[in-house]
Antibody
């Protein structure tokens, strides 16, 4: 069974930093595209970032480019999101999501339960 | 800037059929956008329903179906049930590793 467990959320002051983690199990992590999606309170889903299976290629939404960094440690089956220069607009539940399998990767196949990030003074 | 459009809200009677759509403010949605659909109830993580336009994810009842209708991606629920009352999101692949979600449709079953 695929499991994705996010951690690292919490309350942070504007301008601060936070690193989210997503521990994966139940599948071959090193073969899977991984992504982060967030959801501000009462709002819809927003794709944040994605990373290829080997970590060699990363992509970001314009709203976080230059402030967030996605990375992964395949030896630990863990995905990360380093978030810097946080603002109130970054307040959201952050979900990690697994891409599809090798035959078709173009969707969000599995989701974690999410971790809440609150940016406030 | 590309905007993916969805109906903000929709209602359907129990046992009825409803079609939710996913469009673009500029252009038409086709299979090349790899449309997929997700269901979310309050406080829960999204659940994957449909991918590759019309492929149901594992365990999804066959009353959920996907298609392309009149230049939009569409999610049809046939024989709606009370527990289908949820928010529904589509997402389109823009290429180059970039994704854009629609704003979501709040479906009421009454």
């Amino acid at each position: 069974e695929v499991q994705l467990l996010e951690s690292g959320g919490g309350l942070v002051q504007p301008g601060g930093s936070l690193r989210l983690s997503c521990a994966a199990s139940g599948f071959t992590f090193s073969h899977s595209v991984m992504r982060w999606v967030r959801q501000a309170p009462g709002k819809g889903l927003e794709w944040v970032s994605g990373i290829t299976a080997d970590g060699g290629v990363t992509r970001y939404a314009d709203s976080v480019k230059g402030h967030f960094t996605i990375s992964r440690d395949n030896s630990k089956s863990t995905l990360y999101l380093q978030m810097n220069s946080l603002t109130a607009e970054d307040t959201a539940v952050y979900y990690c999501a697994k891409g599809g399998d090798a035959s078709y990767v173009y969707y969000f196949a599995h989701w974690g339960q999410g971790t809440l990030v609150t940016v406030s003074s | 800037q590309t905007v993916v459009t969805q109906e903000p809200s929709f209602s359907v009677s129990p046992g009825g059929t409803v079609t939710l759509t996913c469009g673009l403010t500029s252009g038409s949605v086709s299979n090349t956008y790899n449309p997929s659909w997700y269901q979310q109830t309050p406080g829960q993580a999204p659940r994957t329903l449909i991918y590759n336009t019309n492929t149901r994810s594992s365990g999804v009842p066959d009353r959920f179906s996907g298609s392309i209708l009149e230049n939009k991606a569409a999610l049809t629920i046939t024989g709606a049930q009370a527990d289908d009352e949820s928010d529904y999101y589509c997402v389109l692949y823009m290429g180059g590793g970039i994704w854009v979600f629609g704003g979501g449709t709040k479906l009421t079953v009454l």
